[in-house]
């Protein structure tokens, strides 16, 4: 059986077909590739350019093909070889009028497109499930406090769901940078041939529709070259994976005993092989860990593109090492990020039994000074004093005397007696975005609607049906 869409002098040699072939890849690509060969036929009948017999043929042969599960792929230069020369042995003769019009140049693009879009739209739904797991548990754990940091080192106190929100922030960010992606990716590249348009009564827009595409692309060797979509997908990806790496750090640190903020059931962490008694968040580890994989994918595509010549070069093929794995790890990364989420639980009583460091509250006592007067840079200096006076003799705010307060400042006798607890702190931080709980509630309340919102976004996105056109060559 033939191998090739084109043929040459001699055999290639097997390591020059392992070096250049792509089917382990695009194999992946199956699909999508026959969903394009559907429609492309589609067009090449409306055009006038293969007959009703011959159409109807090509689209019942790939669709039977579409199940075809015993295909030897490994005989293949690429999928989109395996899916002609497999149709010509299904239906014989009109199979050779496939490719008409179309070369793999512009139907490798289209494949990646269809691919991405609907790789995009699980992304989506993915970042928005993560979303909605970050929102369910800072919902219910709106009377935890704890310490904030800056430089890791405890600074003032914060919400627990505070903290947990400023995740929602970032991926609500990862969600509308994906969004934007999909008018750029949902542009139709066929029609474009190798890379300078057709000669033949070939209808784009038609194509484009069918295929639910917003456009066909404007500039055929530009669409031929082009992988800018994927680029963008996969820095996406990076960003995404870097906020994860992000959160999967603050597990690592939060779950280790000396912290104690959290616990993680035992479905996500795994056992010593020497140390019986530990458990370690290798899971929150590995989120740590999942970004370099996207930062290397990223580097790959640029420097595959960088100084490139128009149109298509072979160099291309480079993608298929990034696409499909891009994909699936960033697929598992959210749902595991997820699933994570749901199976730790914040430890409240020790949380709650740690938060004694009254020095967090030093800023309040500066900011209390100011209310009274005094201008901040004062102020600032002279908590800094009670701070290091208190540490000198082991003392906490509130066991200070009388008269030792008044040595600082006469005006901190009117500290009200509840001045110095956590809970008043965090409520005094009422600014919009602060960690003031009805500041957070409202924010909670904010982000639920976006939950609503972005289900209508989605839920709009396209989507085709390959037996819609199977139906539509019959009319
Ligand atoms: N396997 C190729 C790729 O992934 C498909 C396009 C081949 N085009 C060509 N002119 N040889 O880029």
Redesign the pocket.
């Known amino acids: 059986m033939a191998q090739f869409l084109w043929s040459g002098k001699e055999e290639l040699p097997d390591i020059v077909k392992e070096f250049t072939y792509?089917i382990e890849d695009?194999k992946n690509l199956f699909y999508y590739d026959i969903l394009g060969g559907m429609a492309h036929t589609l067009t090449l009948y409306r055009g006038g350019i293969i007959d009703y017999d011959e159409a109807k043929s090509i689209i019942d042969g790939l669709y039977k093909l579409k199940d075809k599960n015993d295909i030897n792929f490994s005989l293949y230069?690429?999928?989109?070889t395996a899916v002609e020369i497999e149709l010509t042995a299904l239906i014989g003769e009109p199979a050779k009028k496939l490719h008409t019009a179309r070369?793999?140049?512009d139907?490798?693009s289209l494949d990646e497109r269809l691919y991405l879009r609907d790789s995009l739209k699980e992304v989506l739904n993915l970042i928005r499930d993560l979303i909605k797991a970050f929102l369910d548990l800072a919902g219910v754990s709106l009377d935890i406090i704890v310490p904030g940091f800056t430089h890791l080192q405890p600074a003032q106190p914060v919400l627990i769901s505070h903290h947990l929100l400023a995740y929602v922030e970032m991926l609500k960010r990862d969600f509308s940078r994906f969004y934007s992606l999909f008018p750029r990716l949902n542009e139709c590249p066929l029609g474009s041939g190798?890379l300078a348009g057709l000669d033949f009564p070939y209808d784009r827009f038609l194509v484009s529709e069918v295929l639910r595409f917003d456009t066909p692309t404007n500039n055929s060797m530009d669409t031929v070259t082009d992988r800018d979509y994927l680029i963008e997908y996969i820095f996406d990806a990076l960003l995404t994976s870097t906020h994860i790496s992000r959160f999967g750090e603050e597990i690592v640190i939060w779950s280790n005993p000396l912290f104690g903020f959290v616990k993680i059931s035992s479905g996500y962490t795994t056992g010593s092989s020497m140390m019986p008694q530990k458990r370690n968040p290798d899971v929150a580890e590995l989120l740590r860990g999942s970004s370099g994989e996207f930062l290397g994918y990223l580097d790959l595509l640029l420097v595959t593109l960088k100084g490139l010549p128009l149109t298509?070069n072979?160099d291309?093929?480079m993608?298929?090492k990034v696409i499909f794995r891009a994909s699936r790890s960033l697929h598992i990364l959210l749902e595991v990020t997820r699933g994570l989420l749901e199976n730790m639980e914040l430890d409240r009583e020790k949380i709650c039994k740690n938060l004694n460091d009254e020095f967090l509250l030093a800023t309040d006592l500066a900011d209390f000074l100011v209310n009274r007067g005094i201008p901040f840079r004062d102020s600032h200096h002279i908590v800094r004093d009670v701070v290091f006076y208190c540490q000198e003799n082991k003392k906490t705010f509130s066991q200070l005397s009388e008269e030792e307060w008044r040595k600082f400042n006469e005006e901190f006798l009117n500290l009200p007696d509840d001045f110095f607890s956590f809970d008043k702190a965090i409520n005094r931080r009422d600014t919009y975005g602060g960690t003031g709980r009805s500041c957070v509630e409202y924010q909670l309340l904010l982000n639920r609607k976006w939950l609503e919102e972005t289900r209508r976004l989605i839920d709009a996105l396209p989507e085709v049906y390959m037996e819609d056109l199977v139906n539509m060559i019959g009319k």
């Open positions: 792509s695009d230069e690429d999928v989109h070369s793999r140049n139907q490798v190798a298509y072979r291309l093929q993608d298929k």
